[in-house]
């Protein structure tokens, strides 16, 4: 990149992973608001078979009347060599001599999920030396698995609230024990349960169980995403985000005030159609909460994102208990990205605005070095 030269970013969105649609929401967005005088986009798609392409230029990247967007295999088909002399794009077709798009700065790897959120693309680019947005290859797996995540809050002394974890190999030799287990969590006295996909996002393939005999089918619909499951015990409590930022020149992390999902309407828990489709839903930001409560959820969300050593950004969720005290939920290292989405939104209500959001994100990513950190 010359003195003169504008930062040459790769967008990249689509994937493999049940979120793809909202992978393609959140680059629309992005792109949208990147600064074109200071940056050349590079639109990447990835269709669902993992195929990358060039998408074109018409690409819907919104919802449109329920419709979802998606990434096509249509368009040339992208290459990235694993040289990291050589951060350059080559669109291979069939019967043509490969082209060279140009050398890349830095990536945007706006993708949700397994294939993407979980690692995979942070491993691809750590090998070809290309620097990227967001969390290194340890702090996505880590982020994206709900059981290890656990584990390392767990061991850092943060606090999480009951679970299982249903691997593979127990779920299909081990049933029985794996049931007992899940009922300890309550389920026999009838405190309900969520089943989950222990590496996906989106509310994708949760289900609310209030018996044992809906178990079973619980734990089938999430192994379609994954055949690794986790179940939480409910929790009584306020669904409560908050954002957190790579600190700027070596800082220590900040987190943004954080926000309150508020549901209308009868919806059993926060799943896919609420998020994304019916309009149901609306962020409190800040929520109706005590000035000190607000500065040590805050204080949590950043140990939360440290202890899985997260680089660029994430959002931490949890639950505010009636007695005061605070649960983590879950960790994003690549959240939701749209205007409407609640990082953005809680970091505008900070005083950073999309557009600047998007540029520190941006720098923070061209200011790292590649290879290990």
């Known amino acids: 990149m010359s003195q003169d030269s504008k930062i ?26 990147i600064d074109r005088d200071r940056y050349e986009v590079v639109p990447i798609g990835i269709a669902r078979d993992g195929r990358w392409v060039l998408p074109p230029a018409d690409l819907p990247l919104a919802i449109e009347g329920g419709r979802l967007p998606e990434v096509t295999g249509a368009g040339g ?13 080559l669109v291979v077709e069939p019967g043509r001599v490969p082209e060279t798009l140009g050398d890349v700065d830095v990536v945007l790897p ?4 397994p294939y993407g959120e979980d690692g995979t693309i942070q491993g691809l680019l750590d090998l070809a030396g290309v620097r990227y947005v967001g969390a290194g290859v340890l702090a996505s797996a880590v982020g994206m698995d709900k059981g290890f995540m656990k584990l390392v809050w767990q061991a850092r002394g943060l606090p999480v609230g009951p679970y299982v974890l249903v691997g593979d190999r127990e779920w299909r030799r081990e049933r029985k024990r794996k049931i007992d287990e899940i009922k300890e969590l309550g389920l026999a006295d009838g405190t309900p349960v969520f089943v989950k996909p222990a590496r996906a996002g989106s509310s994708m ?4 169980v209030t018996g044992e005999p809906d178990l079973e089918a619980a734990v089938e619909t999430a192994r379609e995403h994954d055949p690794k499951v986790i179940v939480e015990a409910a929790v009584d409590g306020r669904e409560i985000e908050c954002g957190v930022l790579q600190g700027l020149d070596d800082g220590p992390a900040e987190a943004s005030l954080p926000a309150e999902v508020l549901m209308a309407g009868d919806h059993d828990f926060y799943d896919f159609d609420t998020k994304y489709l019916d309009g149901s839903t609306s962020m409190a930001i800040p929520p109706d909460l005590p000035p000190a409560a607000i500065e ?3 204080r949590i969300a950043v140990q939360a994102f440290d202890a899985l050593d997260c680089e660029g950004l994430a959002r931490v969720d949890f639950f505010r208990t009636p007695d005061g005290g605070w649960i983590l939920n879950e960790i994003n290292t690549m959240p939701g990205f749209t205007p409407a989405s609640a990082f953005p939104q809680m970091w505008a209500a900070t005083g950073l605005d999309y557009p600047a959001l998007v540029d520190r994100l941006i720098q923070t990513a061209v200011k790292r070095s590649t290879g290990l950190r």
């Open 110 to 113: 706006l993708l949700h999920g």
């Open 8 to 33: 040459r970013v790769a967008v990249v969105f689509g994937g493999r992973s049940s979120e793809h649609a909202i992978s393609c929401v959140t680059a629309g967005a992005v792109m949208a608001a």
């Open 205 to 208: 393939g949760i289900t609310r």
């Open 77 to 89: 088909v992208l290459a990235l060599p694993f040289d990291p002399g050589n951060r350059g794009l």
């Open 296 to 298: 040590e959820v805050r």
